[in-house]
């Protein structure tokens, strides 16, 4: 009796704080991408200053009572707030099950943005390597690759459909591996120069600690990381 009254207590008073600090947001459009569990979000968020992006950025999104999940912005407009982000459902979780629930024209509430403090190097060759959850990383980094040229990517979707769509719709520099094996024997084929060539991992803890653990034998160390989920 008495541990409920202090949990009903505590979430009484988070939901105070939440109330404080949530901004918010609409859905503009909602997307999901065929024979997959991604689903694109178009997002107008008036309250977010897009201008100082010169970093991969990410959104922490209420999906729950009291529960936020970080996802990637992509594609953004810094003079009408817009921007995207792709999610990866095809698991459960608040994040995912929020995610599948959205309609266009829904208000959406997020905590903040901040960095990822990854940044594209300012010269030599860019590759963003990751897993569907990474998706939206890769598309920014992308974004801030200039000249685009620079930038080669790999993702892991084991549907060949997906993959197709996804070069289609949002960058034909994203090669569709459909494992991680695959993916280490497209990476030795490469040859990427070890003096100019960067890396950044994003994704899957174990995915990205196995491919940094490949790069190095290689002979890179030009590597940022940046794990999300176990
Ligand atoms: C900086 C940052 C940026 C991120 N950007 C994105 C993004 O743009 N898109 C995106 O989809 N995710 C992104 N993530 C991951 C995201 O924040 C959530 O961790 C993820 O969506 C899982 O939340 P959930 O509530 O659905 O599942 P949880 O309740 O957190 O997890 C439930 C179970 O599902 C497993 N799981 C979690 N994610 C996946 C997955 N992708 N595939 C298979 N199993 C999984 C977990 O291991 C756990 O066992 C980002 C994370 C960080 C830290």
């Not at 859905?27 to 970093?55: F, K």
């Not at 990476?187 to 790069?215: D, E, P, S």
Request: glycine share 8%.
């Amino acid at each position: 009796m008495e541990i409920s009254f202090i949990k009903q207590l505590k979430n009484k008073a988070g939901r105070l704080i939440e109330n404080q600090l949530l901004k918010t947001g609409r859905v503009n459009d909602v997307r999901n991408l065929e024979s997959s569990g991604l689903i694109e979000l178009e997002v107008h968020l008036p309250h977010i200053n897009m201008h100082n992006w010169n970093q991969v950025p990410y959104i922490k999104f209420r999906v729950d009572d009291l529960s936020f999940r970080d996802y990637t912005p992509f594609g953004w407009d810094a003079e009408t707030s817009t921007c995207s982000v792709i999610i990866d459902s095809d698991h459960q979780g608040p994040g995912s099950q929020w995610a599948k629930n959205l309609q266009t024209g829904d208000t959406i509430y997020y905590i903040g943005t901040d960095s990822t403090r990854q940044s594209p190097h300012p010269t030599d060759f860019v590759v963003g390597l990751g897993d569907a959850s990474g998706i939206g990383h890769l598309l920014a980094l992308q974004q801030l690759t200039v000249p685009v040229s620079r930038f080669e990517s790999a993702v892991v979707i084991d549907s060949s459909e997906t993959g197709q769509l996804l070069q289609e719709n949002y960058s034909p520099a994203l090669n569709i591996m459909s494992s991680i094996e695959e993916l280490a024997g497209w990476l030795v084929k490469q040859g990427y120069c070890t003096a100019h060539t960067w890396f950044y991992l994003i994704g899957n803890n174990q995915m990205v600690v196995a491919l940094r653990k490949q790069l190095k034998s290689m002979g890179h160390s030009h590597i940022q990381v940046k794990g999300f989920w176990n």
